[in-house]
């Protein structure tokens, strides 16, 4: 029985990895003629402290007065848990002109010197004014503020007001995108305010993400629809859909330094498509190995690293010979890797063995294995002190690896299990996708402390922002 458990667990690690799969709140469908909203309440008040209040529901108000109900994302409203903005309901709707929203009290009360006290509660939902249009096939964001003078009168009776406004867009160079699976759709952040700032629509569900900094555009795979979307950073809107063959599933992206060139990972057809970014067009395709799950790019952009998870190899393409160059057998499923400053080290971590290897990329022989325990599914490498960040399944913080010795020195509490990572070099952040719960964990590396979190949506998959290191 032992034995049975053993071999369960890797095969969970490969599939977390491959989908970062949680059982979703709620199934969408591709978008037609609805759009989707996604309202974000800022942090309440510090005025605000001794109060807590529940919603039962919030519905949009279209012009013609009627009513489309939203998934609430927060239900329990209190001063002390909403110190950064989070996301307060989202939902799809039909296109069309609305004029607010309706909210529904289930409950409220402000504590005093005597205890919690119930207040009184509005007889009928609460309307908040706020005039928007709906788009199809399109998303947008909502910014609500909460008003807790006028919320309160006379200290027993509660009618929530709220002040609706559309973000304003930020600079594009300090924009990132993450996306998110189940609600088809790419949240934009401002990684400097730390917070969601607008939305993608996508017409299927993204996983990989690529960032073409110098051009300004998004890549975003889609394998229900074997698609790749290209997406204008500034203007939000979808410039083309890369069609590629039936049963391809892209799943990850690598674009090339100089942005002519994105490589995809095909995991239906075991297959890499390589795009030419100027004709949006694939002019070469080519065969690796079985469930290609993730590719890695070599910063001089010569090299592409393929981690096949089924088949227990590694593929490197030549990328200006559009060609295989090699392919290495490895420990079982291997997931992801990161180079070192130097570029002459690649870490490799694997979904059923528990060593994490050092090959040469140049040589491609092993240079080292370190055991570093099953599970590990999240890896990055901070190239300004080569010191490897790893995070595990089922384990809410990161470890840090000495990169010569290959043994923990230090941890970051960051209350999420990392399903993906990545740096900020301008300001000196790690961010860590919590793919089940829907979160970007802001962590400064200096400090290894929480500086904030960011709800981005179910079933996070990647993030990629500007200047990334």
């Known amino acids: 029985m032992k034995r049975a458990v053993g071999i369960l667990i890797p095969l969970m690690v ?49 012009d013609d007065e009627q009513e489309f109900p939203l998934t609430l994302r927060l239900t329990a409203l209190r001063a002390p848990e909403i110190t950064r903005q989070r996301l307060f309901c989202e939902g799809v709707l039909p296109q069309g002109s609305y004029v607010g929203f309706s909210l529904r009290v289930a409950k409220a009360s402000l504590k005093g010197e005597e205890g919690e006290a119930d207040l009184l509660l509005p007889e009928k939902p609460v309307r908040v004014e706020f005039g928007f249009r709906v788009e199809g096939r399109k998303a947008s964001v909502l910014f609500a503020r909460f008003n807790y003078e006028r ?48 939305a993608v629509a996508t017409a299927r569900r993204p996983k990989g993400v690529a960032l073409d900094q110098r051009q300004r555009r998004v890549y975003t795979a889609m394998p229900e629809g074997d698609i790749v979307a290209v997406i204008d950073a500034t203007t939000l809107e979808t410039l083309k859909d890369i069609r590629l063959n039936l049963g391809d599933a892209p799943q990850d992206l690598a674009l090339t330094p100089d942005g002519r060139a994105l490589l995809v990972v095909n995991a239906g057809s075991n297959t890499v498509s390589v795009v030419d970014t100027a004709l949006q067009i694939e002019t070469a395709r080519i065969a690796v190995g079985i469930g290609p799950n993730a590719v890695l790019m070599d910063r001089a952009g010569r090299r592409a690293y393929v981690f096949n998870t089924l088949s227990n190899t590694l593929s ?4 200006a010979h559009r060609s295989l160059a090699a392919s290495l057998s490895t420990d079982p499923a291997p997931l992801w890797g990161q180079f070192n400053a130097k570029g002459d080290r690649l870490y490799i971590i694997f979904g059923q063995s528990p060593y994490m290897t050092v090959l040469d990329p140049f040589s491609l022989t092993v240079l080292s294995r370190a055991y570093v325990g099953l599970g590990m599914v999240a890896l990055k490498v901070d190239t300004a002190t080569d010191l490897i960040y ?43 996708v919590g793919g089940a719960t829907g979160k970007l964990i802001i962590v400064n590396l200096a400090s290894k402390k929480v500086v904030s979190q960011i709800d981005v949506g179910e079933e996070t998959f990647r993030l990629a922002m500007m200047g990334e290191r």
Not at 316 to 319: G, T, Y
């Open 151 to 198: 919320s309160i009168t006379d200290e027993f009776s509660f009618s929530p007001s709220f002040t609706l406004s559309s973000p304003t867009k930020p600079v594009i160079a300090v924009t990132g995108y993450a996306s998110n699976y189940n609600a088809y759709a790419l949240t934009v952040f401002d990684k400097n305010a730390m917070q969601a700032v607008g």
């Open 390 to 432: 790893a995070g595990r399944m089922n384990d809410t913080g990161v470890d840090i690896y000495d990169p010569f010795l290959l043994v923990p020195v230090d941890h970051i509490a960051a209350g999420e299990s990392p399903a993906y990572m990545t740096i900020d070099g301008e300001e000196n952040n790690l961010w860590i």
């Open 316 to 319: 490197i393409i030549d990328i």
């Open 14 to 62: 490969v599939f977390l990895f491959s989908s970062c799969t949680a059982v979703p709140r709620h199934i969408r469908i591709p978008l037609e003629d609805e759009g989707e909203v996604f309202v974000y309440v800022q942090p309440l008040p510090q005025e605000a402290g001794r109060l807590t209040f529940t919603l039962a529901d919030v519905v949009a108000v279209r």
